[in-house]
């Protein structure tokens, strides 16, 4: 059975960092995109970032780009996400997701496979 788990998630205080990650288990994803997605309360789950097979082609969630930074570890069916500078709003749950291919995507409809996620608390 192949799962995503999501961990690296907690409380912090504004502009401090955190790094998420996300362990596949059950088969290799290193010909798939991976990205990450999250849903504040009362909002709707929206992208944040991707990254593809090859780790060439990166896309960000504007308001993240320049703070957050997604990598894959291939060798260790791992993908990480490093937040910097986190900001209230940056609150959420945090997924993880498998690409349906090896292409970079922002869509979530590009996605197979999700996590359970990850709890996010920044405080002002």
């Known amino acids: 059975q192949v799962q995503l788990v999501e961990s690296g998630g907690g409380s912090v205080q504004a502009g401090e960092s955190l790094r998420l990650s996300c362990v596949v288990s059950?088969?290799?994803?290193?010909?798939?995109?991976m990205g990450w997605f999250r849903q504040a309360p009362g909002k709707k789950r929206e992208f944040v970032a991707s990254i593809g097979a090859t780790g060439e082609y990166t896309y960000y969630l504007y308001s993240v780009e320049g703070r957050f930074t997604i990598s894959r570890a291939d060798a260790v069916n791992t993908v990480y996400l490093q937040m910097n500078s986190l900001k209230p709003e940056d609150t959420a749950v945090y997924y993880c997701a498998e690409g349906k291919s090896p292409y970079s995507s922002e869509s979530a409809e590009q996605y197979v496979l999700w996590g359970q996620g990850t709890q996010v608390i920044v405080s002002s």
């Open positions: 059950g088969r290799t994803v290193r010909n798939s995109a």
